[in-house]
């Protein structure tokens, strides 16, 4: 199986988090469980579902990721974007862990010269 | 404008005291998501990928300045400081917190507006003709019918729960600006020939999965059975259409299924059947609504104003505004505005709060406060005098809000697409921003003309892709963003879908793509034909070959 994590979105402001390793609700996929069984993905899934019922979170999920290098990277177009913010926003764009944001490659792949912003 | 009575007043604060209820019931744990989910949905709060969506209803497009100030207050104060105004005349609130969003809809009440009837099953939001009560060819007022039609259909208890949405579209003009053709019903004001002002009923149309052009179901329907007629319309709808499958259960295809002609009788039987009984509004009623938009008061002017002329003269970028921004007025002496919210490489439909201000004080100053939203996510001055012009172009220009391409190809649809929404397979709004980009030259965009492009994200078409001159469509293949392409599509009186052109192209050649069709278009083009034009009369076959070679992939 290949390697996933689990999302969902806050109830609160709807923000995209991840079941961490430390157990909570992370904003960064860089600090998301891995799992790469279907058991694991399971027992994660279990977990997603408790804070579901503690009104933490809504909607939970996983998606498959991959590792590349030191960062950690989802397969499909959506959850990148869901990961980094909208690529038309930069100024909106979730920040790397520690960082300001505005160096996500994600964030930054298209222009926006919009006079006004 | 429209100003509630104190019936709109009780309900639309009922229905915020309602929802503070629901959400505190929700955070308390009393409510499930799913118990939730469809009470947020009545109140246009949507999740989207990165936070919840509040849609915010702007009916038939029409705004103060009061109002757009209060939009603006609501960006900056639970939002990040910006909306997005949509093709269905709305706005939409990208980053609302949960817990603020009764007092957002309680700020919306103290200016009469709300987030009713933009999501749900129900009649929708109506939509109508932006230049309504200034058109110079309009017959008749579309914001009265729109406002009728309104007033009925709010949570009108018989169909809150269709078999799907339901979007009406209203044009006063022969000219249709409003799309009709492709909404569950649109409504074409028109004069028969006794002089009586009525409606053209089409229905069924619509886009989507399943595009489809509407059908003319009556020819001629007066005023007074307006109710009546779309009553039983919706009934047989209620009653006859599909809930057992999501993407079969619009009115389009109950029509196809039916057939035109069975569909329409069972229509007009059960009108016969219902219409002594059925709420139909009198003669009275349609001109007390009349009332309320009554014109403003105009200064008495002649047709031309020199002050106007010897600006355009003397001012070349005033002058290409002009030439694309303004339309022709029902009032001698004034002008319809256009202020496009499509700067070159800007996001389509977006406005800061900063720019929403502007708006407000314009319209304050020049335009008896008044603006409409455009389903082309573009905003109308509608009453602005023609000495006045220079000055309300001076205004937008200093904060960069004068581009000057009205219809012309950087004036692209777009839906918010996999940047915001979570049905999206692909992103509109950065291919939008890299053909405004690539089309940024004025010569070049004049020389083109009018060029109609529009973009969705998915298969659903927020974008109206089946109806732009250009139309694209972005597809997932293998978690990869591409778009389909398709010509020839429109959305006025002759209406028409676009044709898939070929084998969909990727993120990065698809802008090229739009360019060689624009270049094929300019190479075989006679002396006055617009790209579609030039379409119409050669058909798909050099355009395909242009794009894809004899051999397409």
């Known amino acids: 199986m290949a390697q996933h994590v689990v999302t969902a ?3 609160g402001d709807g923000g995209v988090v991840y079941l961490s390793t430390a157990g909570g609700w992370t904003e960064w996929l860089s600090e998301a469980d891995i799992v790469d069984s279907d058991a694991d993905e399971a027992r994660l899934l279990a977990i997603a579902e408790r804070a579901v019922a503690a009104r933490l979170v809504v909607a939970p999920y996983a998606i498959p990721v991959e590792r590349q290098g030191a960062s950690l990277k989802a397969l499909s177009q959506r959850e990148r974007i869901r990961a980094k913010g909208p690529t038309i926003h930069p100024q909106f764009c979730k920040p790397e862990a520690g960082g300001t944001g505005l160096e996500s490659s994600a964030c930054m792949s298209t222009t926006n010269t919009t006079a006004h912003w | 404008m429209y100003v509630y009575d104190e019936y709109d007043r009780t309900l639309v604060a009922e229905r915020v005291a309602q929802f503070r209820g629901q959400v505190a019931r929700r955070l308390s744990g009393e409510l499930s998501e799913d118990e939730f989910r469809p009470l947020r949905l009545m109140n246009g709060l949507y999740m989207q990928l990165h936070a919840y969506m509040l849609r915010v209803a702007i009916p038939y497009g029409t705004l103060s300045s009061v109002q757009m100030r209060q939009l603006a207050m609501i960006a900056r104060k639970y939002d990040k400081g910006y ?4 093709t269905r005349q709305n706005i939409q609130y990208n980053w609302p917190k949960l817990d603020a969003v009764p007092d957002i809809l309680a700020d919306l009440a103290k200016v009469e507006m709300h987030a009713h009837q ?11 003709d932006q230049y309504a009560g200034a058109a110079a060819d309009e017959i008749e007022d579309a914001r009265i019918t729109s406002e009728v039609i309104r007033q009925w259909s709010t949570f009108h208890p018989e169909f809150s729960f269709l078999p799907r ?10 000219h ?4 009709i053709k492709v909404h569950d019903i649109g409504l074409r004001t028109i004069r028969n020939d006794h002089g009586e002002v009525g409606y053209e009923v089409v229905v069924g149309g619509g886009l989507g999965r399943t595009p489809i052009v509407g059908l003319t179901i009556r020819e001629f329907l007066p005023k007074r059975h307006l109710l009546s007629y779309l009553e039983a319309i919706l009934r047989v709808y209620n009653q006859e259409g599909r809930r057992d499958n999501l993407f079969k259960a619009r009115i389009k295809i109950l029509v196809q299924s039916m057939g035109g002609t069975a ?7 059960e009108w016969r059947a219902i219409r002594k009984d059925a709420v139909d509004f009198s003669s009275e009623d349609f001109a007390r609504i009349a009332a309320q938009f009554a014109p403003p008061r105009y200064v008495t002017s002649t047709a031309h104003s020199a002050e106007f002329e010897a600006a355009r003269l003397a001012d070349k970028d005033f002058e290409a505004w002009c030439r694309t921004n303004l339309a022709p007025h029902k009032q001698p002496g004034y002008a319809i505005v256009n202020i496009s919210l499509k700067p070159i490489g800007g996001v389509p439909g977006d406005a800061t709060a900063e720019d929403m201000e502007l708006f407000a004080k314009i319209a304050e100053l020049w335009s008896f406060s008044a603006i409409r939203v455009t389903h082309s996510q573009n905003l109308v001055l509608p009453y602005v005098r023609l000495s006045d012009v220079h000055a309300v172009w001076q205004a937008l220009r200093g904060a960069g809000l004068a581009a000057p ?3 012309l190809i950087t004036d692209i649809i777009s839906c918010p697409g996999l940047d915001y929404c979570n049905l999206a ?3 509109s709004i950065p291919v939008a921003q890299r053909i405004s980009e690539r089309f940024a030259s004025l010569d070049r965009q004049y020389d083109i003309g009018e060029l109609k492009i529009k973009i969705s994200g998915c298969i659903n078409a927020c974008g109206h892709h089946h109806v732009g001159h250009i139309g694209l469509l972005g597809v997932d293949k293998k978690g990869e963003e591409f778009y389909q392409i398709t010509l020839g599509g429109s959305a006025d009186e002759n209406a028409s879908l676009g044709t898939l052109v070929g084998p969909a192209f990727s993120y990065d050649r698809v802008v090229d793509a739009v360019e060689t069709l624009v270049e094929t278009y300019v190479t075989k083009r006679q002396p006055g034909e617009i790209f579609l034009d030039t379409y119409r009369r050669l058909g798909v076959a050099p355009f395909k070959e242009a794009l894809y070679g004899s051999h397409p992939a």
């Open chain 2, 425 to 427: 397979n692909a992103r």
């Open chain 2, 83 to 86: 909306g997005h105004f949509t």
């Open chain 2, 176 to 179: 249709d600006r409003a799309a």
């Open chain 1, 9 to 11: 979105n806050r109830l």
């Open chain 2, 263 to 269: 569909f329409t009788e069972k229509v007009e039987a």
């Open chain 2, 118 to 128: 933009t999501s749900g099953n129900c009649i929708r939001n109506v939509t109508a």
């Open chain 2, 405 to 407: 391409n009205i219809d």
């Open chain 2, 165 to 174: 949405k339901f979007k009406i579209a209203v044009t006063g003009s022969p």
